[in-house]
């Protein structure tokens, strides 16, 4: 299922993709062949001939070049692998200079036609995000949670709060404030965070420095969530005693816990780093652990300020969409900034199969909740990785739209086209250069996936 899942997505968003150069292609008069969903073997092809509509089943790719009638018209094939498809353009890749290549078109015209790709997975995350943002609400920055005794509850921050800025950078929706911490961790330095309150603006400059006790588990302290552990760090109290993601806690201390936010309130009353008994459910079978924590010094805000607000206002939520989307392109070019000058490791890089593994954690987490969260939640991935993968196929990387969208910019320049062969070979060690990355991304996510 999670693989099924993870396809169908990858597949949707790298056929937008290619319908993106194809609409274009087709606009300035560019030929293509063929137009597939899929890759390897086909099982349906289907064209429109002279003599009308004509289809082939398992069509071989010799029988596809022998038929006449398939001369000069666009073929649409679905292939029997269900990943990606393609937008085969007549002189994209080879030397021909007929009227219907892509050699022969214009400058512009052959921008607009690679540039589509991208703006495509842009265009495709805006139209997911509105129907997100229709359904669950806006992302407002707006406190729910402070958490006692740490950080910004000592600062003077209240629940309610709307986050206006952190150290300067502007946040919007509430996720931005999450991704900035983890962009740009908290050193131990004094945080400056901008806040409204009352229809008035407060400055709030603290220390991010906080001691605790940590028994190391994460859950969501939400009312409307169970008490299920979301995650567990390695090498501290709770995976000693093997306790894993999944459980559910149903008391703390003889306490009965009802839902997150329940959970939070009893964690905090026994907050003294004496041992605790958890009664912990995994399946059918209900367990007791006797578990210590250990002292913990940390730097932290101590705050979530990501709140949902129901709206009906179709302005805003187009607002919201397109600023849904430039967080998303502003993550990952923040993130590429830190892959660059070494502060993230190219560890983090996630491939297929690491894409497959967190949809798979996503549907396991909201599965109890019912099926249309697991559909907005895979909706949401969608939008993440549609945006990834158009800002990913912008840089001026040679064999991605990029690359060729440089070419271009550079043969503006000069007046005078960059000879084929040659720009052939730099496209040609982009992508073997980018194969290799593949493999070296697909190992770390395996590596990963086995730890």
Known sequence: MNIIAALLIFTVIVVIHEFGHFIFAKKNGVGVPEFSVGMGPRLITVAKTKKGMKVKFLCSQKAYEADEDWKDVTKYSWKLLPIGGSCAMIGEDEDVYSEDSFNTKGKWARFTIIFAGPFFNFLLAFVLSIIIIAQSGIDVPKVFLVYDNQPAKTAGIKEGDLIKSINGHKITIGRELETYVQLYP???????????????????????????????????????????????????????????????????????????????????????????????????????????????????????????????????????????????????????????????????????????????????????????????????????????????????????????????????????????EKEGYVHFAGFALLMILMVFVMYNDIVKLLH
């Open 186 to 420: 908290l050193d131990g330095s004094d945080v400056t965070i901008v806040a409204e309150r009352d229809g008035k603006e407060k400055t709030f400059t603290f220390s991010p420095k906080y001691k605790t006790n940590l028994f190391g588990f994460s859950y969501s302290a939400d009312e409307n969530r169970s008490s299920t552990i979301s995650a567990i760090t390695e090498g501290k109290p709770f995976a000693k005693a093997g306790i894993a993601v999944g459980d559910e806690i149903l008391s703390v201390n003889g306490t009965k816990v009802k839902n997150g936010a329940d959970l939070k309130t009893i964690m905090d009353q026994n907050a003294d780093g004496s041992e605790i008994t958890f009664e912990i459910k995994r399946g059918d079978e209900v367990k007791e652990y006797k578990v210590t924590p250990v002292p913990y010094e940390t730097n932290t805000l101590g705050l979530i300020a990501e709140a949902r607000e129901k709206t009906g206002n179709a302005f805003v939520i187009l607002k919201y969409s397109v600023i849904e989307v430039k967080y998303w392109i502003e993550t990952t070019l923040a993130s590429l900034k830190q892959l660059v000058t070494g502060a993230l490791s190219v560890k983090n890089l996630s491939g297929p199969v690491g894409i497959v593994n967190t949809v798979g954690d996503v549907i396991e987490q909201t599965s109890k909740e019912g099926l249309w969260v697991v559909v907005l939640n895979m909706l949401y991935m969608s939008v993440l990785l549609s945006a990834n993968l158009g800002v990913m196929n912008l840089l001026p990387i040679p064999a991605l739209d990029g690359g060729r969208i440089l070419f271009i910019l550079v043969e503006a320049i000069r007046r005078k086209p960059i000879d084929k």
